[in-house]
């Protein structure tokens, strides 16, 4: 791999003064080999399985970060959906399994693990009740655990029996964790076209289809492109969609070069570099702002959807040349508590959840990071669970909801989760009753262009 000199220092202004960084080094680790009858002994093979392949990732991570000068935020874990290691197991709580599961990332040193995880998107087997069970318990008794179930996709249309159940595991995970503002539902999300490499948390699990284990990337550089752009104030979007496709091409192949790096060093295969736009709370690394520095005053005015999808499409452009190895998710993301923007926007009552609704159809993923009044429905919240699986399997493209009724809170107050997760505004959501739609069941049929065989 080649770089020009003046790559290279545009790339280290960029991570001085842009928060550009490397957001997550993520290991896949296949846990196929660790079903017992017994949930304790799994949880005991999960444990030695996790820490034996992973125990050298955060070393390594560090080791990169001091050699290149190039931050990584964070070093995680994704592992097999837990509901198909834990499948041979008598017992009904799949709890201990999360726990070892905490404890193994604990002890690498890892801020996140995801995998705790079920694919329903057809059908429940009897391990996927159990471990959709498991999740509020699992959640509200682990600090790192992330969970996630595909409840649709486009080939199998979506499973509204699992979007009526998911609705009332996250008002019981958001009760749980009550005290800490229901922050058990920021580790649970629930999917539409599930990707099997996905680097990103809450998110992330290493698919059927992976190999032992892998490394992928995730990348992130908001800030850069909000600079990048205040050269082209009042140019055409195609001057605008040229600047992000550049500016995107360096900042993937930053992600590249720690891919490969920590790929040969930790002898795992190298998966894949998510080029998506990952925010944080910070001023100055925004999705929204960078939708506001294309001329709209605030982001979720009128436009702001066409803005968006520019800015999705062009950062895959760019990041496709920069990266023989691209997947993951893949764009921009909308997280509303972990974009400072997003914050301001939702607070002054422009964003609405209707509107972020729409944003979805373009972005990378869907509704994140969205906190609504504690006393919400479980049905609503399944019926806002089903309207994005919708989204998500008509447009062939992955969408996921990341919400929390935040216990005791009401439209208007604050949910603070610190660090990354940083605070969601309480957004309010229609009164009007979706009982009736969500007691149905069944399943929704796949749509037509779904056979394409």
Do not use: W
């Amino acid at each position: 791999m080649l770089f020009d000199i003046k790559d290279v220092v545009s790339t280290l202004d960029m991570i001085e003064h842009r928060h550009l960084d490397v957001r997550t080094i993520t290991m896949g680790v296949s846990l196929l080999d660790c079903s017992d009858e017994s949930v304790e002994r799994c949880a005991e093979k999960v444990y030695d399985k996790i820490t034996r392949t992973a125990r050298d990732l955060v070393r390594v991570g560090e080791e990169i970060e001091k050699e290149f000068g190039i931050p990584i935020v964070n070093k995680r874990i994704s592992v097999t959906p837990v509901s198909l290691v834990a499948a041979a197991c008598r017992e009904s709580d799949y709890t201990p399994i999360a726990a070892a599961m905490d404890r193994a990332a604990k002890t690498c040193g890892v801020n996140f693990i995801g995998g705790f995880s079920a694919l329903v998107q057809k059908g429940f087997t009897e391990s996927d009740k159990k471990l959709i069970a498991s999740i509020p318990s699992a959640l509200a008794s682990t600090d790192r655990v992330c969970a996630s179930v595909n409840v649709g996709s486009t080939k199998a249309g979506i499973n509204m029996d699992a979007v009526a159940l998911l609705g009332e595991t996250i008002k019981k995970t958001a009760d749980l964790t009550a005290a800490n503002g229901g922050f058990g539902c920021a580790k649970l999300v629930v999917f539409a076209n599930a990707v099997e490499d996905n680097p990103f948390m809450a998110g992330a699990f290493h698919g059927v289809g992976e190999g032992e284990s892998v490394i992928n990337v995730g990348v992130s550089g908001p800030g850069v492109v909000f600079h990048a752009l205040q050269s082209c104030k009042g140019k055409p979007f195609d001057v605008v969609a040229e600047t992000i496709k550049q500016t995107a091409f360096k900042i993937t192949r930053m992600g590249q070069l720690v891919a490969r790096e920590a790929s040969e060093r930790l002898g795992v295969p190298f998966g894949i570099v998510d080029l998506s736009l990952a925010p944080t709370p910070e001023k100055g690394d925004s999705v929204a702002r960078i939708l506001e520095e294309m001329g709209l005053a605030v982001c979720g005015a009128h436009g702001t959807t066409a803005a968006l999808a520019l800015l999705n499409d062009a950062v895959k452009k760019g990041g496709v040349m920069a990266s023989n190895h691209v997947g993951g998710l893949s764009g921009a993301f909308i997280p509303v508590s972990e974009d400072e923007g997003m914050i301001a926007a939702a607070q002054s009552g422009t964003l609405t959840l209707d509107k972020l609704e729409s944003m979805t159809c373009v972005c990378s993923v869907g509704l994140d990071m969205i906190a609504v009044p504690g006393d919400t429905p479980a049905s609503t919240i399944s019926a806002i669970i089903a309207d994005e699986a919708a989204i998500g399997m008509v447009n062939c493209k992955t969408t996921a909801v990341r919400i929390i009724p935040a216990p005791g809170k009401q439209v208007g107050e604050i949910v603070e989760f610190g660090g990354l997760l940083g605070a969601a505004p309480v957004m309010p959501v229609h009164p009007e009753s979706s009982d009736g739609f969500v007691a149905r069941g069944g399943r929704i049929p796949a749509p037509m262009h779904s056979l394409k065989n």
